[in-house]
């Protein structure tokens, strides 16, 4: 597509369902990023896959959290049985995964996520 | 492991007003580093970047030069305006083969008429 695709916009949620954001980065592009933006927290990394594999999920806060990435594509961060704290807008960004130096993120518009 | 670290905001400078605002980094190797920018109800987005020592990153007036020997990526510019009111990050990407990227906690900037 002509850029990063997140869904859902807006999600919110009752405390202790499991939820999914849907991330469908720039077609090409093998590195995929998700981060979390908190209020007054910056940008949290999360976890970084190049193409299905994650070599670094090292970001993920708790078990709760999971996330996969099909077919070079598209990828699903899972959280389960949410909690209040996890409210935030969830970010995905994707680059070519060239291993440029100066190589640029792209990223989407985000997920609103809010627990009640 | 990696780590950025930037001024704490929110900065509020008068339309025309000089801005600088810091960024040290903590990083073995040699990093690439970036600055984007977050306007109001927008993604974020690309700035600028520097790939090596001693480079200048410059995009819309906005400049910030590498500095190994300092650790820093500050981003400065001369005569800020309205239209530059965002929030910016600091971010850098460790060298070799993985390419996990690290953001700093962000700055606000508000710039009033």
């Known amino acids: 597509g002509a850029g990063v695709s997140q869904s859902p916009s807006n999600k919110v949620t009752e405390k202790g369902k499991d939820v999914e954001l849907r991330c469908d980065p720039i077609s090409g592009h093998t590195a995929l990023y998700w981060y979390r933006q908190s209020l007054g927290q910056g940008l949290e990394f999360l976890i970084y896959f190049q193409g299905n594999s994650a070599p670094d999920k090292s970001g993920l806060p708790s078990d709760r959290f999971s996330a996969e990435r099909t077919g070079g594509s598209v990828s699903t961060l899972t959280i389960q049985r949410t909690q209040q704290e996890d409210s935030a807008v969830y970010l995905c960004?994707?680059?070519?995964?060239?291993?440029?130096?100066?190589?640029?993120?792209?990223f989407g518009s985000g997920t609103q996520l809010s627990v009640l | 492991g990696d780590s950025v670290t930037q001024m704490e905001g929110p900065v509020t400078l008068s339309e025309e007003a000089f801005l600088t605002i810091n960024c040290t980094y903590t990083a073995t190797g040699y990093p690439s580093l970036f600055w984007y920018v977050q306007y109001p109800g927008e993604g974020l987005q690309l700035l600028l970047k520097a790939t090596k020592a001693d480079d200048k990153g410059s995009n819309k007036g906005f400049e910030a030069t590498y500095r190994k020997e300092t650790t820093s990526f500050h981003l400065e510019k001369g005569s800020v305006q309205v239209s530059d009111s965002a929030v910016y990050f600091c971010?850098?990407?460790?060298?070799?083969?993985?390419?996990?990227?690290?953001f700093g906690t962000g700055t606000k900037l508000q710039v009033i008429p």
């Open positions: 960004a994707s680059s070519s995964g060239q291993g440029a130096m100066g190589e640029k993120l792209f």
């Open positions: 971010a850098l990407r460790g060298s070799g083969g993985y390419q996990k990227v690290t």
